[in-house]
């Protein structure tokens, strides 16, 4: 399948103002612990792309976008183990060596590490982990990684200079999502029976 690319671009009104991220702007302005959504305007390419895709291939695009955010966690929080165990076990749920249940613990330990910490930028991270992870599941918690990694970019970088860092990283969400795309089912890897599934 061959879908058009047109990924984020500065979109600005004739007064400056980039329109894209406008719903974004609020809820900094809000105070919201979240200022990404489902229905964030900066996001809604990406999730036209994600919404044409199989199970495989969510999954695949999620553990694989969330092993950069892990290891910004790891740097700061080196003997924090939970956000890696997440991920390895929901990839070993991915490929049928584990149940559901053993996966669901460790995702809900990576977003009690985001709890416990006390981080608003690391704290995203670890929920995006958790989201990444819990995309085994459902195809619909993949947006999450994305709602959660972006959020911990305005923390990091501020409201007056997130805008580049986040088009940047939506840019590299939907060229992963367009490589998985195009090849999760070329390396014959195992699968969960469900994840077979049509």
């Known amino acids: 399948m061959l879908i058009a690319i047109s990924m984020v671009s500065s979109n600005q009104t004739g007064e400056g103002i980039n329109i ?26 990406m999730r036209r792309l994600i919404e044409v895709q199989n199970h495989r291939t969510l999954v695949m695009w999620a553990l694989d976008c969330a092993k950069l955010p892990l290891e910004q966690f790891e740097a700061k929080y080196p003997d924090e183990t939970r956000p890696r165990k997440c991920l390895k076990l929901c990839e070993d749920w991915a490929r049928g060596k584990i149940k559901m249940p053993i996966a ?61 860092p986040v088009e940047e990283k939506i840019n590299y969400y939907y060229k992963r999502l367009l490589y998985w795309q195009d090849n999760t089912d070329k390396f014959g890897l195992e699968w969960a029976g469900f994840l077979l599934r049509k």
């Open 20 to 45: 894209m991220f406008t719903d974004v702007d609020i809820r900094i302005k809000n105070r919201n612990k979240l200022f990404f959504s489902h229905d964030s305007q900066c996001l809604q390419e």
């Open 104 to 164: 669901k613990w460790a995702i809900l330990d990576s977003h009690a590490v985001a709890r416990e910490i006390n981080d608003s930028e690391y704290g995203a991270l670890c929920h995006g982990i958790g989201h990444a992870g819990a995309t085994v599941h459902v195809g619909t918690h993949a947006i999450g990684l994305s709602i959660y990694e972006l959020t911990a970019i305005v923390y990091k970088y501020g409201k007056e200079n997130y805008q580049g």
